[in-house]
């Protein structure tokens, strides 16, 4: 079963989440963590991919402190819309209303989050900044900036090795930062992983989603 919900976060901001609720006993709680182009039919689909999986899932929309509801998809004009909004987007909120969702998902007992994209890079904050059991970040581009941080919990990244928009200097800065942390790279670029875009790589994906579910299941169960 899958429906929206609404959460609270912690200053009060209530904003909508995607749940997908597995059949039987949950193995844990996911958290997915959206792109700039908000819980769309894609991330919704990955939601219930992880709920499949015997998992709690739950995907927060970050972009409701902004514009309630939003969500496009990945045609020229859908980007400009998304990238218009990526000057108002607050770290520290975005980590708050993953926390938000974190809550929920602790109903099913442990906790990871997974991002993509701008989403990525929130989780790669949450590692660091929130109390949860593991994280899983796809191609974020704005991990680099915050690669100092110490995460919390056990990280794994995943990049395309011909990724656009995030230099191979950039994996190898963040890398050197974090040598603690798995790194896999993949002969991909951006978005490898989302099969609504044109740079969908099924490969890559295939391979990169046995590596979460495989780490899901040490740290989560």
């Given at each position: 079963?899958?429906e929206?919900?609404?959460?609270?976060?912690?200053?009060?901001?209530?904003?909508?989440?995607?749940?997908?609720?597995?059949?039987g006993?949950?193995?844990g709680?996911?958290?997915?963590?959206?792109?700039?182009?908000?819980?769309n039919?894609?991330?919704?689909?990955v939601?219930?991919r992880?709920?499949?999986?015997?998992?709690?899932?739950?995907?927060?929309?970050?972009?409701?402190?902004?514009?309630?509801?939003?969500?496009?998809?990945?045609q020229?004009?859908?980007?400009?819309?998304?990238?218009?909004?990526?000057?108002?987007?607050?770290?520290?909120?975005?980590?708050?209303?993953?926390?938000?969702?974190r809550?929920?998902a602790?109903?099913?007992?442990?906790?990871?989050?997974?991002?993509?994209?701008?989403?990525?890079?929130?989780?790669?904050?949450?590692?660091?900044?929130?109390?949860?059991?593991?994280?899983?970040?796809?191609?974020?581009?704005?991990?680099?900036?915050?690669?100092?941080?110490?995460?919390?919990?056990?990280?794994?990244?995943?990049?395309?090795?011909t990724?656009g928009?995030?230099?191979?200097?950039?994996?190898?800065?963040?890398?050197?930062?974090?040598p603690?942390?798995?790194?896999?790279?993949?002969?991909?670029?951006?978005?490898?992983s989302?099969?609504?875009?044109?740079s969908?790589?099924?490969?890559?994906?295939?391979?990169?989603?046995?590596?979460t579910?495989?780490?899901?299941?040490e740290?989560?169960?």
């Amino acid at each position: 079963m899958a429906e929206f919900i609404e959460l609270t976060a912690a200053d009060g901001h209530k904003l909508a989440a995607w749940r997908a609720v597995p059949l039987g006993e949950a193995r844990g709680g996911v958290v997915v963590i959206q792109e700039i182009f908000g819980v769309n039919s894609h991330i919704r689909d990955v939601t219930e991919r992880f709920s499949e999986q015997g998992y709690l899932a739950i995907a927060p929309a970050l972009f409701d402190r902004y514009e309630r509801g939003f969500e496009t998809g990945y045609q020229p004009d859908d980007m400009v819309r998304a990238r218009a909004l990526m000057t108002a987007l607050d770290w520290d909120k975005a980590v708050l209303d993953v926390d938000a969702a974190r809550g929920a998902a602790a109903a099913a007992g442990k906790v990871g989050t997974v991002g993509y994209c701008w989403g990525g890079s929130v989780s790669w904050l949450a590692a660091c900044r929130l109390k949860i059991d593991a994280a899983v970040a796809y191609y974020g581009g704005q991990i680099d900036r915050f690669k100092e941080e110490r995460p919390r919990c056990p990280v794994i990244m995943h990049f395309g090795k011909t990724d656009g928009h995030i230099p191979l200097s950039t994996v190898e800065a963040i890398q050197a930062a974090q040598p603690q942390v798995p790194v896999y790279l993949y002969d991909a670029g951006h978005g490898f992983s989302c099969d609504q875009r044109g740079s969908f790589d099924k490969a890559a994906h295939e391979l990169a989603w046995q590596r979460t579910l495989a780490f899901f299941a040490e740290k989560l169960g």
